[in-house]
T-cell receptor
Framework: DQQVKQNSPSLSVQEGRISILNCDYT??????FLWYKKYPAEGPTFLIS?????DKNEDGRFTVFLNKSAKHLSLHIVPSQPGDSAVYFC?????????????FGKGTHLIIQP | GAVVSQHPSWVICKSGTSVKIECRSL??????MFWYRQFPKQSLMLMAT?????????EQGVEKDKFLINHASLTLSTLTVTSAHPEDSSFYIC????????????FGSGTRLTVV
């Protein structure tokens, strides 16, 4: 049973517009959520994160929103740029402060069209 | 910044042979390393947690005798896929936590294993 779900395998957005990537989770024990960006044949690189005690975290063009009651989070990228084209993984961490591994979603392939 | 160096980046091997994948932490000591596997269009699935100087902890459904993990030093963890079969073909990635809590995860570049 997948505890972290990214239901959109791919998303196509026009350059300059907003990209919204969604993620749902089922395990209420998760207390920290992270977004990673991944290019083919490379390891994931950290993008942005949010603690479960917050509902929003912003870093430049990237904002993550967390709706704890709905067990839903989203990553907003605005404005979208061609270099944003990649696979984005949502990941969650249970209490342990980094002592355990992460639980990942299947990823969403974001395609930014010129 | 801190880097996890993973080698090889890709490998092709024959069925029945063994393949070793190395992950080294550069500029920091990793008492714990995580090994993930990703099948095409699937999520990264945690296989095992490698602990320096002690036995690895395997996730449910992962055969410990098939995926041998050795973490003999604070900077090196290895994953050996023994008696590889075509179904073991996958993308294997290691990760370490730098100690900054949830901020601290850093990943290797991954190894594409193809078993023919």
């Amino acid at each position: 049973d997948q505890q972290v779900k990214q239901n959109s395998p791919s998303l196509s957005v026009q350059e300059g517009r907003i990209s919204i990537l969604n993620c749902d989770y089922t395990n209420s024990m998760f207390d920290y959520f992270l977004w990673y960006k991944k290019y083919p044949a490379e390891g994931p690189t950290f993008l942005i994160s949010i603690s479960s005690i917050k509902d929003k975290n912003e870093d430049g063009r990237f904002t993550v929103f967390l709706n704890k009651s709905a067990k839903h989070l989203s990553l907003h990228i605005v404005p979208s740029q061609p270099g944003d084209s990649a696979v984005y993984f949502c990941a969650a961490s249970a209490p342990g402060g980094g002592a355990d591994g992460l639980t990942f979603g299947k990823g969403t392939h974001l395609i930014i069209q010129p | 910044g801190a880097v996890v160096s993973q080698h090889p980046s890709w490998v092709i091997c024959k069925s029945g042979t063994s393949v070793k994948i190395e992950c080294r932490s550069l500029d920091f000591q990793a008492t714990t390393m995580f090994w993930y596997r990703q099948f095409p269009k699937q999520s990264l699935m945690l296989m095992a947690t490698s602990n320096e100087g002690s036995k690895a902890t395997y996730e449910q459904g992962v055969e410990k005798d098939k995926f041998l993990i050795n973490h003999a030093s604070l900077t090196l963890s290895t994953l050996t896929v023994t008696s590889a079969h075509p179904e073991d073909s996958s993308f294997y990635i290691c990760s370490a936590n730098l100690g900054g809590g949830n901020y601290g995860y850093t990943f290797g570049s991954g190894t594409r294993l193809t078993v023919v």
